[in-house]
């Protein structure tokens, strides 16, 4: 293969030894001769083998560029993952890469883990990079920080504190963040009082639940260390059974909001990496798709508890799968919520309402379930009118099943206790008996009722909200931390005298949860009257006296107990991602910022923008 020996036209090397200086040249066909079979064989399989890895290599870099660029249609940056971009610069310098001190802490012995935790599914630990420098000697940056933020569309708000209000709500904020870095940098939950952390999903809920909130405060330096760990450490495939509704309002939500705030590229890549990983759950034998997922198996499955799939959260997870079709161009993600949203929409329905349980594999609701507006039910109705409003209002299917729903709740759950006259709705246990039971949960509705009488619904829908956020305000200011139970019962009995809600002890606890300020949000802004403002002051000084910690937030067992509440060690990741992004926004004077004429909320607070009814942004 080489040619013949006796041409002249080789290559010759030199080689000299250490104790002679005589120069001897040889060429490499003489040395190769001189090899025996086994070199010879031993160093044609080396060079077999480079020539194979090489080919790989090039072919694989090939593929994954046009798989990008597949994913992408249209990608509206020109920067690699991880660069500051648009908003956020770093110190002026534009491309550049924000420094970090990583510093690994994935091997810390934290004690007690929670129950979440699935010992079965062998979860992998990710890895986690702390970043470095103290929070202390930043402080007295944010100010300068504020000033530093652009955004690519025709009205510039301005991010950060622009009142008194707003900067208590910052420093909330910074107390909390700064446990969470310190003591649960990467993991999903904070447990303030043993300065640890929970793990749920593996997938950092707390970090990405706080991205766009983090952008709204004006907080540069802590949302560049996030995007950083987003950009190198998230693991988007942990060896976990996962929700799919949790995943997608929290993760998915969180990373496209991110990424329609900053313009980071990173969440975008993430977001679809991630999307792609929870499509296996619409592999059911209905339309209706399972309710957990494995996202490094991709195997689907029903939930632990039982057979069925809930109907808030199969229904709750098309806002974000379709913005992502719309960001993307690719329409699977779309498809594959639109296909469920479809199959909700021909079940019948008794006065609108629905079940809380259906079953994946025939499709159909399970008889005698509970209808309610809380738990399991409630988040269902609110993504019929926000489907509405995403599209311009474009897609009438979910407005007629909204109006009949609403009409089927006024004349089915809504009630007024006693002595008070307090509005309330109730529910209706195996579909038929009426039970005098909200959850705070349900406590989304007036703010869902006023953003549809915003776009066009009747009179009734507003004055049904103010009736409803009133009393959402009373479960709150008639206990004794001023902080609301989880689950209120109401009194119906006429002519007597006492209380009007009746907090059992199993249901006094308080989640730091945000519908009560997610409705006092939109009665402010559709409204306009400052009650709504000033009521939302007082839960947030509640929340400032008992349940604010050393290190961090923490829920608490009862709020009928001012001296001892009973603190739960958890930090919930909607505290910063939906409560404190709610106050913010209550306590500010620009209406635009984050305009409900450019946004609508998902479920978990992360603002998606409005599209035309082919799916354009609207300026």
């Known amino acids: ?130 970043p470095g420098g103290d929070d202390d000697e930043d402080d007295g940056e944010d100010e300068k920080q504020n000033e530093n933020h652009k955004i690519p569309i025709k009205y510039q708000p301005k991010y950060g504190p622009q009142n ?53 405060l004006g907080l540069k330096k802590e949302f560049l260390e996030a995007r950083d760990w987003v950009a190198n450490d998230m693991n988007i495939k942990p060896r976990k059974d996962v929700n799919l509704f949790e995943t997608t309002i929290r993760v998915l939500g969180g990373l496209l909001s991110a990424y329609h705030l900053s313009d980071e590229p990173v969440f975008l890549e993430k977001a679809i990496l991630l999307g792609n990983e929870l499509l296996p759950c619409f592999g059911s034998k209905s339309s209706i798709p399972y309710a957990d997922v494995n996202l490094m198996t991709g195997v689907a499955k029903a939930p632990k508890w039982g057979p069925d799939s809930t109907v808030s959260e199969v229904t709750t997870i098309q806002l974000e799968f379709r913005d992502l079709s719309f960001t993307t161009g690719d329409m699977r993600y779309k498809e594959a919520v639109d296909k469920v949203s479809t199959h909700i929409h021909n079940l019948p329905k008794a006065n609108g309402l629905v079940p809380i349980f259906i079953n994946a594999n025939n499709g159909q609701f399970r008889a005698r379930s509970t209808v309610t507006f809380g738990a399991r039910g409630d988040s269902y109705y609110e993504y019929l009118l926000k489907q509405w409003i995403q599209t311009s209002k474009s897609e009438t299917m979910f407005l007629d099943d909204y109006l009949n729903a609403m009409n089927g709740a006024k004349e089915k759950l809504v009630r007024t206790s006693e002595p008070s006259k307090l509005t309330f709705i109730g529910e209706l246990l195996s579909g038929e008996r009426f039970s005098a039971k909200m959850d705070h949960l349900a406590c989304f509705l007036p703010g869902t009722l006023a953003l549809g009488y915003k776009n066009g619904l009747d009179e009734w829908h507003l004055q049904m909200a103010k009736d409803l956020i009133h009393t959402c305000y009373q479960t709150y200011a008639r206990t004794a931390t001023k902080l609301s139970p989880e689950i209120s019962h109401f009194n119906m009995v006429p002519g007597t005298k006492g209380d009007d809600i009746i907090i059992k002890p199993a249901d006094a606890h308080n989640l730091l949860r945000p519908e009560t300020v997610e409705s006092l949000l939109y009665m402010y802004r559709i409204t306009g009257d400052e009650i709504y403002r000033k009521w939302g002051w007082e839960i947030f000084q509640a929340f400032e006296k ?52 450019k946004y ?6 992360h603002p998606l923008p409005i599209r035309d009814s082919q799916g354009k942004i609207v300026q």
Not at 97 to 118: C, F, S
Request: hydrophobic share 35%; charged share 25%.
């Open 546 to 597: 008992h349940t604010k910690l050393p290190h961090g937030y923490s829920s608490i067992g009862n709020v009928q107990n001012v001296k001892d509440p009973g603190i739960r060690d958890k930090m919930e990741s909607f505290f910063l991602g939906e409560t404190l992004k709610y106050f913010f926004l209550l306590f500010s004077d620009d209406e635009n910022l984050i305009s409900f004429d």
């Open 1 to 130: 293969m080489y040619g013949s020996p006796q041409k002249r036209d080789f290559i010759s090397f030199t080689v000299t030894k250490e104790d002679d200086k005589t120069i001897k040249r040889q060429s490499c066909w003489r040395v190769w001769r001189r090899m025996s079979r086994l070199q010879k064989n031993i160093i044609s399989f080396l060079l077999a083998i480079g020539i194979v890895l090489c080919i790989y290599i090039l072919l694989h870099r090939k593929a994954s560029t046009s798989g990008m660029e597949n994913a992408v249609k249209a990608p509206p940056w020109d920067y690699g993952v991880g660069e500051d971009y648009v908003h956020f610069e770093n110190d002026g310098q534009p491309g550049k890469k924000a420094d970090r001190n990583k510093e690994d802490i994935a091997n810390v012995n934290h004690p007690d883990t929670v129950n979440e935790v699935d010992q079965d599914n062998n979860v992998d630990e990710p890895v986690i990079h702390q």
């Open 600 to 605: 609508v909320f998902n479920t978990e607070a």
């Open 164 to 216: 008194k209000k707003q900067e208590a709500v910052l420093a909330a904020f910074q107390h909390a963040w700064k446990a969470y870095k310190a003591y649960a940098w990467g993991h999903d939950e904070l447990k303030p009082v043993s300065k640890s952390w929970n793990e749920w999903f593996n997938l950092g809920l707390t970090l990405i639940d706080s991205l766009d909130t983090m952008i709204l």
